[in-house]
């Protein structure tokens, strides 16, 4: 991905993560941080692939996978000045069966 995207108000922001282990073996995450602020989960993929979204972005986030190439993808539609942040994606700390 480009270190800079810009998206305009009421477009979709589509960013992807590859990942070097396997995304069916660890929840991944997506993380924003507004400039000056706080860290904000988003939500998360689990190893299923069932996902977890925040009450923040419930209605405009999807994350979805590509378990072959280990590619965990991030989907948020009608953005707004808001959604200016540093996105993240992170794996849990916990390994799953």
Excluded: F
């Excluded at 998206?7 to 000056?36: D, F």
């Amino acid at each position: 991905q480009p270190a800079s995207l810009t998206v305009q108000p009421g477009q979709a922001l589509s960013i992807s993560c590859q990942v070097s282990y396997s995304v069916t073996s660890y929840y991944t995450h997506w993380i924003r941080q507004p400039a000056g602020k706080a860290l904000e989960w988003m939500g998360a993929i689990w190893t299923g692939g069932g996902t977890a979204y925040a009450n923040s972005v419930q209605g405009r986030i999807e994350i979805t996978r590509d378990t072959s190439k280990n590619l965990v993808n991030l989907r948020l539609s009608t953005m707004k000045p808001e959604d200016s942040a540093v996105y993240y994606c992170a794996r849990d700390s916990q390994w799953l069966m």
